[in-house]
């Protein structure tokens, strides 16, 4: 199969990969330079940072298969790929812990200012009686988007003595008991964003996500909160978390491993404050999933060309392997 690697994976995945089929390496490029390199490519497959839209599959006549090497899908228009007969896959599954894990990092890491401290030191700078904050045990920790990494986050909570609360889109009794058996007790967003000390964001980004939290919610977080995106920078509004952190209300602060904008060059506003931790979008980073996302990747390549993708598609993987529209 020729494929188009468009974003870096793991590397024993990229050697397999290459063993078996004719593979084209265009890592993280522009928009104009991707269109180009697709032209003769039969399956893409990359993560986040890279726009799979309508103008990239139509550039790529003999397009049959998108693999995301990850789990959000915001990056690449689904219509679009049903209506060219493209097939599009996920590996969402291996995530869900390493995000999980590193929204904890930031947590503790924001919570007790770790990262202010370290700078401060290295300024030769000793300023304990600054760099106090919160116990977590006894807080509330708030999920955005209960599902299998925001329930994983509350349950860490829980592990450490807080009270977790999420919501979820559908506010089912089977959600409920599904949350209520990890120790997390669903309420509705509102609940979620007024009574949370750190509030956690793990929606996926769509339509009716972008922008759930803007000025309004941020104006009823409770006052000395946390807030925390690992979900999409469209999810916030980050403007408005701008005025809010430097207008003196009520958020305490803020960490953002997911941006508006993403890439090399990028300027955050938010550098300049001591209150907001940045993160290149690394929460799934960790090795170890990455190399299971990689491994996921080589077998569902191997599949869709043995034409044994639906026999070994999880549930969860399977975005659109409809034929297209008439
Ligand atoms: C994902 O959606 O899986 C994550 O954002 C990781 C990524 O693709 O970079």
């Given at each position: 199969m020729r494929i188009l690697l468009a974003s870096r994976i793991d590397p024993d995945a990229a050697t397999a990969l290459s063993r078996r089929h004719d593979v084209t390496q265009a890592v993280d490029v522009d928009p104009e330079h991707l269109r180009r390199t697709v032209a003769d490519r039969e399956a893409i497959i990359f993560r986040s940072g890279v726009q799979v839209c309508e103008q990239v599959i139509k550039a790529a006549p003999e397009l049959r298969l998108l693999v995301r090497a990850g789990s959000g899908l915001d990056n690449v228009d689904v219509d679009a790929a049903i209506d060219h007969g493209v097939t599009v896959v996920r590996v969402?599954?291996?995530?869900a812990q390493p995000v999980a894990e590193f929204t904890f990092a930031l947590l503790l890491a924001l919570a007790r200012k770790v990262v202010v401290a370290d700078r401060e030191l290295r300024r030769r700078r000793w300023p304990k009686a600054e760099l106090g904050g919160p116990l977590l045990s006894g807080r509330t920790i708030g999920v955005v988007g209960a599902g299998r990494i925001g329930t994983r986050v509350g349950e860490m909570g829980a592990a450490w003595g807080m009270r977790a609360i999420g919501c979820v889109a559908g506010h089912t009794a089977a959600a409920r008991d599904r949350l209520a058996a990890r120790q997390v007790t669903l309420v509705p967003f509102e609940t979620v964003v007024a009574e949370s000390d750190f509030l956690c964001l793990h929606v996926p980004l769509s339509a009716r996500t972008r922008g759930l939290v803007d000025a309004a919610t941020l104006a009823r977080m409770k006052p000395g909160s946390h807030l925390i995106n690992v979900?999409?920078?469209?999810?916030?509004d980050e403007a408005a978390l701008y005025r809010e952190l430097t207008s003196g209300?009520?958020?305490?602060g803020a960490a953002l491993d997911v941006h508006e904008h993403e890439g090399d060059g990028t300027a955050s506003?938010?550098?300049?404050?001591?209150?907001v931790l940045l993160t290149?979008?690394?929460?799934?980073?960790a090795t170890d999933s990455q190399r299971l996302v990689g491994e996921r990747v080589v077998e569902l390549v191997d599949a869709y060309e043995r034409g044994v993708l639906h026999e070994v598609l999880a549930a969860e993987e399977a975005v659109s392997i409809q034929p297209p529209r008439p």
């Amino acid at each position: 199969m020729r494929i188009l690697l468009a974003s870096r994976i793991d590397p024993d995945a990229a050697t397999a990969l290459s063993r078996r089929h004719d593979v084209t390496q265009a890592v993280d490029v522009d928009p104009e330079h991707l269109r180009r390199t697709v032209a003769d490519r039969e399956a893409i497959i990359f993560r986040s940072g890279v726009q799979v839209c309508e103008q990239v599959i139509k550039a790529a006549p003999e397009l049959r298969l998108l693999v995301r090497a990850g789990s959000g899908l915001d990056n690449v228009d689904v219509d679009a790929a049903i209506d060219h007969g493209v097939t599009v896959v996920r590996v969402p599954g291996s995530s869900a812990q390493p995000v999980a894990e590193f929204t904890f990092a930031l947590l503790l890491a924001l919570a007790r200012k770790v990262v202010v401290a370290d700078r401060e030191l290295r300024r030769r700078r000793w300023p304990k009686a600054e760099l106090g904050g919160p116990l977590l045990s006894g807080r509330t920790i708030g999920v955005v988007g209960a599902g299998r990494i925001g329930t994983r986050v509350g349950e860490m909570g829980a592990a450490w003595g807080m009270r977790a609360i999420g919501c979820v889109a559908g506010h089912t009794a089977a959600a409920r008991d599904r949350l209520a058996a990890r120790q997390v007790t669903l309420v509705p967003f509102e609940t979620v964003v007024a009574e949370s000390d750190f509030l956690c964001l793990h929606v996926p980004l769509s339509a009716r996500t972008r922008g759930l939290v803007d000025a309004a919610t941020l104006a009823r977080m409770k006052p000395g909160s946390h807030l925390i995106n690992v979900a999409r920078g469209g999810v916030l509004d980050e403007a408005a978390l701008y005025r809010e952190l430097t207008s003196g209300g009520r958020i305490a602060g803020a960490a953002l491993d997911v941006h508006e904008h993403e890439g090399d060059g990028t300027a955050s506003p938010f550098a300049e404050l001591s209150n907001v931790l940045l993160t290149p979008h690394i929460a799934a980073m960790a090795t170890d999933s990455q190399r299971l996302v990689g491994e996921r990747v080589v077998e569902l390549v191997d599949a869709y060309e043995r034409g044994v993708l639906h026999e070994v598609l999880a549930a969860e993987e399977a975005v659109s392997i409809q034929p297209p529209r008439p």
